[in-house]
């Protein structure tokens, strides 16, 4: 038998040992645990009209795109659904990828070269610092949310830059200084890409969008990514922007033009979600006004929770240890939380991941508050 795997068997023991093994959760079509785990802030995952979107488009359409963007992969359904979404976060253009994680690959890749200088929060999301570590360009990762490091950075650089920051940060729930970090960029003739995935649908009028409601969606020097698995129910991505900038990644971005196109089933639920979101926009307002309750609530415990900025809250544990017994005992009682560990948090910074959703009750609240306090 070979053993040029056995390098494996240690590395999984380590991993056991320090508490990071991972094991999916196979999750059942009538579980009727409370999630607060997943990110369907707005709901619309089962929506009626949502569904029936996806279901028409893949009757219509098939149920794969059949090919790249370039090639095949392209249908009408894409193309409404990149102007639909341009025009609702107020952008100029909009391009659609297979997912968030290959949208983000996309922008911070396409907008940069080997001259030029990413300046990246140090909370971003893996699919930016992935993108940063496959750029050829120069890499500065600064303190989190801090304006004046990112000012330091630009004044010594003589050349194009780039800084990457999400708009709400994926595990903490708090917010970029958005309107700051423009006017650094503005002062140094950087370029600024923000990841919306946790704050479309969840901020801003209509839940239009972090960008958005900063006044900055549709600036020249301003690049938006965002995800269409969120509060829009459905999958994939979307890079947001000038309509050159879209032009560009057309011509160059190797996550569009080498993988296979989004779903028409997919284009078809984002399409519908939009729909949704653009006829009742309480939505947005509701998913906010949940997420503060369940703050409000979990603080008036005891426990040390930050107000949230979007849909995402954050609690944190002792180890890796105890965010796995404490998830698994919120699990026994019948309401399904986050756990991250490291790497998908820094070290020393395990913790539980809530998130809000539109159409939580009242009830689930406090019931969900009693149950993550009770088995701390």
Known sequence: MSTVFDWIDGRLEQRRRAGLHRTPRVRRADDDALDLAGNDYLGLTRHPQVVRGAVRAAREWGTGSTGSRLVTGSTQLHRDLEERLAGFCGAESALVFSSGYTANLAATNALTGSDTLIVSDRHNHASLIDGCRLSRAEVRIVPHRDVA????????HDGPALVVTESVFSVDGDTAPLR?????????GAALLVDDAHGLGTTGPRGAGALHAAGLAHEP???VTATLSKSLGSQGGAVLGPHRVIQHLTQTARTFIFDTGLAPSCAGAALAALDVLRAEPERAEAVRNTASALHDGLASSGLPVRRPGGAVLSLPADSPEHAVAWAARCRDEGV???????????????RLRLTSRADLTHQDV?????????VR
């Open 149 to 156: 490091a990112v000012h330091e950075v630009l004044s010594g």
């Open 180 to 188: 700051a970090l423009h006017q650094a960029c503005r002062e140094h």
């Open 221 to 223: 020097d301003v690049v």
């Open 336 to 350: 399904v939380v986050g756990c991250f560990r490291p790497p998908s948090v820094p070290d020393s910074s395990s």
């Open 366 to 374: 406090t019931r969900a508050v009693k149950v993550i306090a009770a």
